[in-house]
């Protein structure tokens, strides 16, 4: 099964993924953390993205569907995945559907993880991550059961986005709703469009989301 989640930044679509990932063996692809890992590395691409993502802004598309076009050949995602963060533009959404035909596959779903602007600074500034293994916890909504622990893999360091600042919060929903919002009708035409509610506690956008996906077998 191919899967798109949409919604707004630090709506929950990596939070969701992560723990799909678990329970249906689906592949996490998040250009996020691709462009992320791209920055550590120091590589070409890392470096021409870093601007343009601590300012809130869309890296080109043209990077992120090669980084995405190359992702789909390997073997652990032959039988599915889930999109995180991926398509943002119609254009990106128009390439990931010919990618997959090229395949011989197509995209199942688009669920949409609906959440208000007012929700959305809280839980981006609230949010930190494991440096080790990359768990995500929110210093309200999702501590580690021993603090200062990591739930994990029992690390101890934690670490924090250069762009999950209030400043370029403001900046990513304006993107959000200029860039990405237009692809909700597009799925909308092509009836694969879904629609949960992401204001809910996690475990119960977990609940909606796997009904959906029950749903469809
Ligand atoms: P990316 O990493 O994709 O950032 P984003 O879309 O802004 O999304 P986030 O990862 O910030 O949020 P999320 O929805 O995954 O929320 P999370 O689950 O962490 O992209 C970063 C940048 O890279 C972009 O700005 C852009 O520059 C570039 N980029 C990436 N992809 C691109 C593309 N395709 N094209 C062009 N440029 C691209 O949750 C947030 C917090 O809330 C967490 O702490 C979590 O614990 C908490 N939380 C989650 N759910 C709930 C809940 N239901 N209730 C309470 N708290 C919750």
């Given at each position: 099964m191919y899967l798109v989640l949409l919604g707004p930044p630090g709506g929950g679509k990596g939070t969701q993924a992560k723990r799909l990932q678990e329970t249906h063996g689906l592949v996490q692809l998040s250009t996020g953390d691709m462009l992320r890992a791209a920055v550590a590395s120091g590589s070409d691409v890392g470096r021409r993205a870093k601007a343009v993502m601590d300012a809130g802004q869309l890296v080109s598309d043209e990077i992120v569907i090669a980084i995405i076009d190359e992702r789909l050949d390997q073997p652990d995602v032959a039988k599915g995945a889930i999109f995180d963060g991926f398509p943002r533009t119609v254009a990106q959404a128009e390439a990931l559907d010919a990618m997959l035909a090229r395949k011989g596959k197509k995209l199942d779903l688009a669920i949409e993880v609906r959440v208000p602007d007012e929700f959305i600074v809280e839980r981006i500034t609230g949010r930190y991550t494991c440096a080790k293994c990359g768990a995500g916890y929110h210093d309200t909504f999702q501590k580690p059961k021993v603090e200062g622990t990591c739930d994990s893999c029992g690390g101890s360091e934690f670490v924090r986005r250069p762009d999950d600042r209030v400043e370029t919060v403001t900046k990513r929903l304006e993107t959000y709703h200029a860039q990405t919002a237009p692809l909700l009708p597009y799925y909308e035409g092509k009836g694969t469009l879904k629609v949960v509610d992401?204001?809910?506690?996690i475990a119960q956008v977990t609940r909606a989301l796997e009904d959906i996906l029950g749903g469809i077998g």
């Open positions: 992401g204001t809910r506690e």
